[in-house]
């Protein structure tokens, strides 16, 4: 048998395949995917341990797709093995030829870049945003070293998407936790979309660079059969001995490989059609004639099974409340003095979450002794569920999504500041269905005394505006959760680990006072009635509770009945604020310790659409902050104290 010349006559199979494909959708990108034909048809024909019956099988290998826009190539090798396609996992069917003409349809499930919730489930996250798929990979190899399963990652990344700087990060990333059972595959064609790529990001540079991050690094012809096979050969070798490098190959390859007149510039996301397709075939089949006369027609692919999945024992426990917790750890006299951060609240949860569900585990950016994520950490029966990332949020995030997709609960801290680094990362985990669990610590203007450098001000705004979308379950996007104190922290910590999908809790650095006891129910859009008026709805989340707390009290002494909402949620029960704020005067002032388009635009845009009529203030950080030796200074100079609060409700309400 000629396994290189079956795997040139299938590449250029699929090469054609692709052509017709993009062509009849009018648009795509067949010479990248020109590119790695020959990498994907090694990989998904011959060198991959998978199952096209059952793609996503969990210990299956994985490609993740950095390079997104590669993705036909990819389709046409999954039409021609027959993978199964559907978003409903027990009515999939088999992806044809044919079903490759509704490519980028508005009802395909072959999106213009991958996107598994669609339902091409032979790809774990959604990619097309470049540089975030290594990080993505090494997620999934993390998963599944944790998991204890023979499963190897094979990520394809562009040359020129090798330049971002996630992508450092995530090489740092795998050398740093030793992760041999992941292989970067860096697509050397040369081209980007306007132009050549940098001659920093040639093949000898980026193999050098490679090197010199602690790479086993093999640089090969990216066409040539037997080099590929060789290389992806010595990288299962790798993965079943002890010691040694990660692995990374380099490959040259040409885009547009095997039609010279899609080659160079000026074809990047451009499918031939016409005559230019027609040229591009006739080419195609003189390199066919070329390359594939040791072709005999007995000459066929075997696809290794995937391994067998390993018997685990598994016991889930129930979390216990906050007080026991606390006294479990020699905490009882912290539990007297009714004051707790948030922050501290969370990794006192991390703990007992870790122990109760051996699913959960926990990320953070070197910041775990601030967040205290580190009570995790130093806990001996969890810190090998503890990853430290390191200051590279944007590889955290999206590792922390690849882990998500393998199975595991995710908890990923940092600055509610620094999380705004990872937006792009973020965005990508919510499309992809990431069961993402993220933490902001230090959140708001009560930080203080290190200025608005390490503020997190804009994230309620970033982070609400998927709350008004659903996903693919017909839930939110996302969830945002502001605690007002350590009982209601502990507590939604437990309610994130519950769902599936992507929430996002602000902490703070500040102790604050207890509000709430053990008893204290909390669900994800819910919110808490404290003080019921006849007045006004103030409604506030987070710090902004106490400072609203103690206007209330000045507010009665002026004459004036408030309802005090603790909007702990959003999306909240819309319904039942509404008959709140109709129960007074249709009366409502909002507020919050960042830049607006959180509870002030949720609270709006609810009384919009309900028709009636209402007043409504909002209360935000509406100049530039700046550092302050107290939490009250800081409020007193954006007009955010209680004292401020009572004056804008008393001109609200004009008296």
């Known amino acids: ?51 096209p019956d059952y793609p996503n099988y969990p210990t299956s290998d994985r490609l993740v797709l950095s390079e997104g826009h590669a993705v036909p190539i990819v389709y046409s090798a999954a039409a021609k093995l027959g993978v199964q396609i559907g978003k409903d996992t027990g009515k999939r069917r088999r992806l044809t030829i044919e079903d490759l003409k509704r490519f980028r349809d508005i009802g395909s499930e072959l999106e213009g870049h991958p996107n598994p919730v669609e339902g091409f489930a032979f790809f774990d996250a959604a990619t097309g945003s470049l540089g975030q798929g290594l990080s993505v990979a090494a997620g999934l190899a993390e998963a599944a070293r944790l998991d204890g399963l023979d499963r190897r990652i094979y990520c394809i990344i562009g040359d020129g998407e090798s330049r971002e700087g996630q992508i ?4 740092d990333f795998i050398v740093d936790r030793r992760l041999k059972n992941v292989l970067p595959i860096f697509n050397c064609n040369e081209y980007g979309q306007a132009d050549r790529v940098s001659a920093q990001q040639s093949p000898e540079r980026i193999a050098a660079r490679l090197e010199a991050l602690g790479f086993d690094v093999r640089s090969i012809d990216g066409h040539h059969p037997g080099q590929i096979i060789a290389a992806f050969e010595a990288f299962a070798n790798t993965t079943k001995v002890q010691g040694g490098k990660p692995m990374a190959v380099v490959a040259r390859t040409v885009k547009g490989w095997g039609a010279p ?110 967040t ?21 949020e944007q590889n955290m995030f999206s590792a922390a999504a690849g882990m998500g997709l393998a199975g595991k609960i995710p908890f990923v801290s940092t ?19 990431a069961n993402l669990k993220i933490v902001g610590s230090h959140a708001g203007v ?103 707390n103690t206007a209330l009290e000045l507010l009665d002494k ?37 830049f607006g388009g959180g509870i002030g635009s949720a609270v709006a845009e609810a009384l919009a659409e309900s028709g009636d009529p209402f007043k409504l203030r909002q209360l935000n950080v509406a100049r530039m902050p700046k550092s302050g030796r107290t939490p009250e200074d800081v409020l007193a100079y954006l007009g955010l104290t209680a004292n401020d609060v009572v004056k804008a409700t008393m001109q609200h309400l004009g008296v």
């Open 1 to 51: 048998m000629s396994l290189e010349a079956a795997v040139h006559a299938q590449a250029i199979e699929l090469i054609r395949i692709t052509m017709d494909m993009c062509a009849a959708a009018g648009s795509g990108h067949p010479t990248t995917s020109m590119s790695v034909s020959h990498l994907t048809t090694v990989l998904m024909f011959h060198t991959m341990r998978w199952s």
């Open 168 to 171: 450092t990060e995530a090489l």
């Open 261 to 370: 007149s899609l080659q160079g510039n000026g074809w990047h996301g451009k499918p031939p059609t016409g005559d230019a397709l027609k040229r591009a075939f006739t080419e195609l089949d003189e390199r066919r004639v070329e390359l594939t006369s040791a072709l005999a027609s007995s000459d066929a692919f075997t696809i290794q099974p995937p391994p067998e999945m390993p018997t685990r024992e598994r016991s889930e426990g129930d979390v216990p409340p906050l007080g026991d917790t606390m006294r479990a750890m020699d905490m009882e006299s912290v539990l007297h003095a009714g004051r707790l951060a948030t922050r501290r609240a969370y990794g006192i949860a991390l703990r007992a979450l870790g122990h109760a569900n051996p699913d959960v585990v926990v990320l953070d950016a070197d910041v775990s002794n601030s």
């Open 372 to 392: 205290f994520a580190d009570i995790f950490k130093k806990d001996p029966a969890l810190a090998d569920r503890f990853v430290e990332c390191k200051i590279a």
């Open 415 to 433: 600055f509610a500041k620094f999380v705004s680094r990872g937006y792009d990362q973020i965005e990508m985990a919510i499309y992809s269905g």
């Open 446 to 548: 009560t930080l203080a005394a290190d200025g608005p450098s390490q503020m997190g001000l804009q994230d309620v705004a970033f982070f609400r505006a998927f709350t008004r979308v659903k996903d693919h379950r017909g839930n939110p996007l996302c969830y945002v959760l502001q605690p007002a104190d350590a009982y209601a922290a502990y507590a939604l910590a437990g309610v994130m680990a519950e769902y599936e999908g992507t929430c996002y809790m602000r902490t703070l650095r500040n102790d604050t006072e207890f509000i709430y006891s053990d008893k204290q129910v909390f669900n994800l859009g819910g919110f808490e009635v404290l003080s019921k008026g006849r007045d006004v709805v103030l409604c506030a989340a987070g710090y902004m509770v106490h400072e609203a």
């Open 558 to 594: 002026a004459g004036v009945s408030a309802t005090l909402v603790d909007l702990y949620s959003l999306p909240f029960d819309t319904d039942k604020l509404l008959d709140l704020i109709n129960e007074n005067e249709g009366n409502v002032v909002t507020i919050e310790d960042n």
